[in-house]
């Protein structure tokens, strides 16, 4: 049980372009999922807490207007990198809280979805 | 300073060798501490949680020291399925129940 799954798992786009993720609870509902964003050699740094229902909760230096987070239902979250630039290119991770477990600490990880924006 | 921080290595070590990682955090509201593991090119992997008495987990030993604010995962008889970077994350139960993650530590197990 608790799965967390991402899609797509890859994505090569051009600059300019939007490009979105989608982060999925396959067995278990999330109030509360995070999207974090890695970069090669570097650890992951939280992007934004993305609580279904309301408007996600973005993290210092991190542009809520080109990273549109949404969370519709109990069991989908997706993020939408607009007009995306070759900076922007990194590994995104997004992690679900299991709404029993709200009183714990348990999140799962998605496998991530590589972006590349040439 | 880093709210959570770690040695980057790489370890480089022999099968068979005990390593020990070190973390310092610096947030003395945090309530939860854990150790990942990060395949490359994969997402973290939750190891295993560290509790304030210490646990141990087969050849894993993790070690929390709040006075101190500092963790330690010790992996004994390292084998070479061990070789990954090892992720040091503490919960700010005071900001919202984030996780934050240090740099990661690499290590290799070599033959």
């Known amino acids: 049980g608790a799965v967390v799954s991402q899609h797509p798992s890859w994505v090569i786009c051009k600059s300019g372009t939007s490009v979105k993720i989608e982060c999925r609870s396959l067995d278990f509902q999330a109030t509360t999922m995070f999207w974090y964003r890695q970069f090669p050699k570097q650890s992951l740094m939280l992007m934004a807490t993305s609580n279904e229902g309301s408007k996600a909760t973005y993290e210092q230096g991190v542009e809520k207007d080109k990273f549109l987070i949404n969370h519709a239902s109990l069991t989908l979250s997706t993020l939408t990198v607009t007009s995306a630039h070759p900076e922007d290119s990194s590994f995104y991770i997004c992690s679900a809280r299991d709404l029993e477990g709200y009183s714990t600490d348990t999140q799962y990880f998605g496998p991530g979805t590589r972006l590349t924006v040439l | 300073r880093k709210e959570v921080e770690q040695d980057p290595g790489p370890f480089n070590v022999p099968e068979g060798a005990t390593v020990a990682f070190n973390c310092t955090y610096s947030?003395?509201?945090?309530?939860?501490f854990f150790w990942y593991r990060q395949d490359c090119r994969k997402e973290p992997k939750l190891l295993m949680s560290?509790?304030?008495s210490g646990n141990e987990d087969g050849r894993f030993t993790a070690q929390l020291n709040r006075a101190s604010q500092y963790i330690s995962l010790l992996i004994r008889d390292s084998k070479l399925s061990d070789s990954a970077t090892y992720l040091c994350?503490?919960?700010?139960?005071?900001?919202?129940?984030?996780?934050?993650f240090g740099q990661g530590t690499e290590l290799s197990v070599k033959p």
């Open positions: 947030n003395s509201a945090s309530q939860s």
């Open positions: 994350v503490v919960n700010f139960y005071n900001q919202g129940g984030k996780l934050i």
């Open positions: 560290v509790y304030s």
